[in-house]
Protein backbone atom coordinates (compact mmCIF):
# COMPACT_ATOMS: atom_id res chain seq x y z
CA UNK A 1 0.00 0.00 0.00
CA UNK A 2 1.35 3.44 -0.93
CA UNK A 3 2.41 5.27 2.36
CA UNK A 4 0.46 8.44 3.16
CA UNK A 5 2.37 11.94 3.29
CA UNK A 6 0.28 12.79 6.24
CA UNK A 7 2.72 13.28 9.05
CA UNK A 8 2.49 13.62 12.95
CA UNK A 9 3.78 17.34 12.24
CA UNK A 10 0.37 17.84 10.41
CA UNK A 11 -1.54 17.71 13.26
CA UNK A 12 0.99 19.62 15.45
CA UNK A 13 0.63 22.82 13.79
CA UNK A 14 -1.74 25.41 15.15
CA UNK A 15 -5.04 24.83 13.40
CA UNK A 16 -7.15 28.43 12.73
CA UNK A 17 -10.04 28.15 15.61
CA UNK A 18 -11.97 30.95 17.07
CA UNK A 19 -13.45 30.12 20.26
CA UNK A 20 -13.25 31.69 23.45
CA UNK A 21 -10.91 29.66 26.01
CA UNK A 22 -11.23 29.62 29.61
CA UNK A 23 -9.43 26.76 32.05
CA UNK A 24 -11.60 24.61 34.27
CA UNK A 25 -11.46 24.84 37.87
CA UNK A 26 -10.09 21.69 37.98
CA UNK A 27 -7.78 22.15 35.16
CA UNK A 28 -6.60 25.43 37.15
CA UNK A 29 -6.23 23.14 40.45
CA UNK A 30 -3.98 20.34 38.66
CA UNK A 31 -1.55 23.40 36.88
CA UNK A 32 -1.13 24.82 40.24
CA UNK A 33 -0.59 21.83 42.17
CA UNK A 34 2.27 20.98 39.51
CA UNK A 35 3.65 24.80 39.56
CA UNK A 36 4.19 24.26 43.14
CA UNK A 37 6.56 21.04 42.26
CA UNK A 38 8.76 23.09 40.35
CA UNK A 39 11.15 26.41 41.46
CA UNK A 40 10.96 27.71 37.86
CA UNK A 41 7.06 28.13 36.53
CA UNK A 42 8.88 27.52 32.62
CA UNK A 43 9.84 23.99 33.79
CA UNK A 44 5.68 22.89 34.59
CA UNK A 45 4.90 24.25 30.58
CA UNK A 46 5.34 21.07 29.39
CA UNK A 47 2.90 19.28 32.21
CA UNK A 48 0.44 22.60 32.25
CA UNK A 49 0.02 21.40 28.28
CA UNK A 50 -0.27 18.06 29.25
CA UNK A 51 -3.02 18.39 31.89
CA UNK A 52 -4.85 20.41 28.96
CA UNK A 53 -4.62 17.97 26.53
CA UNK A 54 -5.61 15.17 28.82
CA UNK A 55 -8.90 16.82 29.59
CA UNK A 56 -9.55 18.17 25.88
CA UNK A 57 -7.89 15.85 23.95
CA UNK A 58 -5.65 18.67 21.86
CA UNK A 59 -4.69 22.34 23.14
CA UNK A 60 -6.13 25.33 20.50
CA UNK A 61 -4.04 28.46 20.12
CA UNK A 62 -6.71 30.52 22.56
CA UNK A 63 -5.32 27.89 25.26
CA UNK A 64 -1.79 28.97 24.31
CA UNK A 65 -2.19 32.50 25.76
CA UNK A 66 -4.53 31.35 28.66
CA UNK A 67 -2.11 28.92 30.06
CA UNK A 68 0.70 30.92 29.73
CA UNK A 69 -0.70 33.60 32.13
CA UNK A 70 -1.75 30.55 34.53
CA UNK A 71 2.19 29.70 34.67
CA UNK A 72 3.13 33.10 34.72
CA UNK A 73 5.29 32.84 31.48
CA UNK A 74 4.69 34.78 27.93
CA UNK A 75 2.61 32.77 25.35
CA UNK A 76 5.35 33.11 22.77
CA UNK A 77 7.44 31.31 25.45
CA UNK A 78 4.62 28.64 25.56
CA UNK A 79 4.08 28.32 21.93
CA UNK A 80 7.21 27.59 21.57
CA UNK A 81 7.19 24.82 23.75
CA UNK A 82 4.21 23.37 22.63
CA UNK A 83 5.57 23.41 19.05
CA UNK A 84 8.77 21.78 19.93
CA UNK A 85 7.35 18.77 21.96
CA UNK A 86 5.20 16.98 19.31
CA UNK A 87 2.89 14.80 21.01
CA UNK A 88 1.19 18.22 22.23
CA UNK A 89 -1.42 18.10 19.27
CA UNK A 90 -2.72 21.75 18.20
CA UNK A 91 -5.52 20.12 16.03
CA UNK A 92 -8.57 17.45 17.41
CA UNK A 93 -7.45 14.10 17.36
CA UNK A 94 -9.88 10.64 18.55
CA UNK A 95 -10.39 9.60 21.79
CA UNK A 96 -7.26 6.95 21.93
CA UNK A 97 -4.38 8.22 19.57
CA UNK A 98 -2.28 5.16 18.11
CA UNK A 99 0.95 5.96 17.18
CA UNK A 100 2.71 3.32 14.97
CA UNK A 101 6.46 3.26 14.94
CA UNK A 102 8.44 3.97 11.67
CA UNK A 103 11.59 3.93 12.44
CA UNK A 104 14.26 1.96 11.53
CA UNK A 105 14.40 -1.48 14.13
CA UNK A 106 10.56 -1.47 13.22
CA UNK A 107 10.80 -0.90 9.57
CA UNK A 108 12.60 -4.63 9.78
CA UNK A 109 10.61 -6.10 12.12
CA UNK A 110 7.03 -5.73 10.21
CA UNK A 111 6.01 -1.95 10.05
CA UNK A 112 4.39 -1.83 6.94
CA UNK A 113 2.41 -4.58 7.63
CA UNK A 114 1.26 -3.43 11.12
CA UNK A 115 0.47 -0.14 9.34
CA UNK A 116 -1.44 -1.32 6.41
CA UNK A 117 -2.75 -3.40 8.87
CA UNK A 118 -3.96 -0.53 11.36
CA UNK A 119 -5.16 1.10 8.32
CA UNK A 120 -7.47 -1.15 6.84
CA UNK A 121 -9.15 -1.88 10.08
CA UNK A 122 -9.88 1.43 10.82
CA UNK A 123 -10.44 2.44 7.37
CA UNK A 124 -8.73 6.00 7.36
CA UNK A 125 -5.02 6.66 6.23
CA UNK A 126 -2.21 7.89 8.38
CA UNK A 127 -2.78 10.79 10.33
CA UNK A 128 -7.23 10.25 10.13
CA UNK A 129 -9.31 10.02 12.90
CA UNK A 130 -12.13 6.98 12.51
CA UNK A 131 -15.86 9.15 11.83
CA UNK A 132 -16.70 7.50 15.42
CA UNK A 133 -13.91 9.45 16.94
CA UNK A 134 -12.62 6.94 18.75
CA UNK A 135 -8.97 6.32 17.06
CA UNK A 136 -6.13 8.42 15.78
CA UNK A 137 -3.64 6.84 13.94
CA UNK A 138 -0.62 8.64 13.49
CA UNK A 139 3.36 7.60 12.64
CA UNK A 140 6.10 8.67 15.33
CA UNK A 141 9.76 7.94 15.52
CA UNK A 142 11.27 5.48 17.37
CA UNK A 143 9.45 4.88 20.90
CA UNK A 144 12.81 3.40 22.51
CA UNK A 145 11.82 -0.34 22.69
CA UNK A 146 13.39 -1.22 19.02
CA UNK A 147 13.91 -5.02 20.57
CA UNK A 148 10.00 -5.45 20.61
CA UNK A 149 9.43 -4.55 17.34
CA UNK A 150 7.06 -3.41 15.42
CA UNK A 151 5.93 -1.59 18.23
CA UNK A 152 3.14 1.14 18.81
CA UNK A 153 2.00 3.11 21.50
CA UNK A 154 -2.19 3.67 22.29
CA UNK A 155 -2.68 6.70 24.19
CA UNK A 156 0.10 5.84 26.84
CA UNK A 157 0.74 2.22 26.03
CA UNK A 158 3.41 0.75 25.12
CA UNK A 159 2.33 -2.42 22.43
CA UNK A 160 5.24 -4.72 21.12
CA UNK A 161 5.50 -6.52 19.04
CA UNK A 162 2.02 -6.59 17.58
CA UNK A 163 1.08 -8.49 14.22
CA UNK A 164 -1.60 -7.47 12.05
CA UNK A 165 -3.45 -10.60 13.32
CA UNK A 166 -3.21 -8.90 16.89
CA UNK A 167 -5.10 -5.39 16.36
CA UNK A 168 -8.77 -6.41 16.66
CA UNK A 169 -8.42 -7.53 19.65
CA UNK A 170 -5.26 -4.82 20.86
CA UNK A 171 -8.20 -2.16 19.88
CA UNK A 172 -11.02 -3.61 21.43
CA UNK A 173 -9.30 -2.66 25.09
CA UNK A 174 -10.15 1.11 23.84
CA UNK A 175 -13.31 1.40 23.84
S1 LIG B 1 12.54 1.70 15.92
FE1 LIG B 1 10.55 1.23 16.64
S2 LIG B 1 10.76 1.36 18.79
FE2 LIG B 1 12.72 1.92 18.06
Known sequence: MTETIVKLADLVKPAAV?????????????????????????????????????HR?????????VIAAAINISAADLEGVATFYNLIFRRPVGRHVIKVCDSISCHLTGYEELRDGLIEHLGVRLGGTTPDNRFTLLPICC??????????????DLHGPVE???IKALLEAYP
Open 18 to 54: AAPFVLSDEERHEIEHELSHYPDSRAASIEALKIVQK
Open 57 to 65: GWVSDEAIP
Open 143 to 156: LGACDRGATLMIDD
Open 164 to 166: PAQ
